[in-house]
């Protein structure tokens, strides 16, 4: 009898459907960030770089070798240089920035939660984001004067429409059901925002910070160019006028390693604030 049963399942096992023997395929997407490979890939970069200057591939006056980019690094450090340009260039960042986010964040919640902003807002930021904000710094200059409010007030306006964009989305992309819940149970304006359209939003809105904080460094360094004595594009430009390229990559790496610090802070702010995810 149990020779039969034996029998019975193995022919059962046969003749099963293709099918059940497939493997499981439906992973998704998640990919992972892996520091090792991050590193290891500048580091390749610089030896080659390296590499190409002590053979004559690469002439140190077009491009010098990471090894003179580092001595001209430390002097700057060391005279104290590189810290008087860096304070600089971090007020006006961080000013300008500050002020353009909270303007736009502001406009951005007024053109996604009410009528009568919509039209006028969409149509406003439509009309001026295209023009390149750099274009626009000679009529900040006549507007505030050559000092620091022309370049805060470059900085806020560059800032100021990517921001109101992501906001915007990140408000329209809210699910309505969620927000007709909030109100059938009779919760007040400012509750529903807080929330429900905040948190919502706020992944739109994150994204739209390292947008933003990009083109406040170009804009920062293009004002500095323009018109500043101290700032890490005053220090790029006067290097580039002097033929000192050291010094002029020396400050294009500082500005690699802010752009990084930045990501790193923003990465922080979004595992802090997007932890309920």
């Known amino acids: 009898m149990s020779h039969d049963i034996s029998e019975v399942r193995a022919e059962r096992q046969s003749t099963a459907s293709p099918a059940s023997h497939v493997r499981f395929r439906a992973t998704g997407f998640n990919p992972k960030a892996n520091p090792v490979a991050a590193w290891g890939f500048f580091v390749a970069v610089i030896a080659l770089w390296q590499l190409g200057s002590s053979t004559g591939v690469i002439s140190e006056l077009a491009m010098p070798s990471p090894v003179a980019v580092a001595k001209a690094l430390w002097q700057l450090i060391v005279s104290g240089d590189l810290w008087l340009h860096l304070g600089a260039s971090l007020q006006r960042l961080v000013g300008g920035w500050i002020m353009g986010t909270v303007a736009g964040l502001f406009v951005g919640f007024l053109v996604g939660m009410f009528s009568w902003a919509r039209s006028p807002g969409v149509a406003f930021v439509s009309a001026l984001f295209p023009i390149p904000k750099i274009a626009l710094l000679p009529l900040f200059i006549i507007w505030f004067g050559i000092g ?15 921001t109101v964009i992501n906001t915007f989305g990140g408000v329209d992309n809210v699910q309505r059901n969620l927000i007709r819940m909030g109100q059938s149970f009779d919760l007040p304006m400012w509750s529903v925002i807080r929330k429900i359209i905040l948190p919502g939003a706020l992944p739109t809105i994150l994204s739209g910070f390292r947008i933003s904080s990009s083109i406040a460094i170009i804009l920062l360094i293009a004002a500095e160019m323009i018109g500043a004595q101290y700032g890490i594009g005053a220090l790029i430009l ?33 595992r802090w604030l997007l932890g309920w995810r």
């Open 148 to 162: 620091e409010p022309s370049k805060f007030a470059t900085i806020a306006f560059g800032v100021f429409f990517p």
């Open 238 to 270: 006067a290097a580039g006028n002097l033929y000192q390229t050291d010094q002029l990559i020396a400050g294009v790496v500082v500005l690699s390693l802010l752009g990084l610090c930045v990501s790193w802070l923003l990465g922080r702010l979004d």
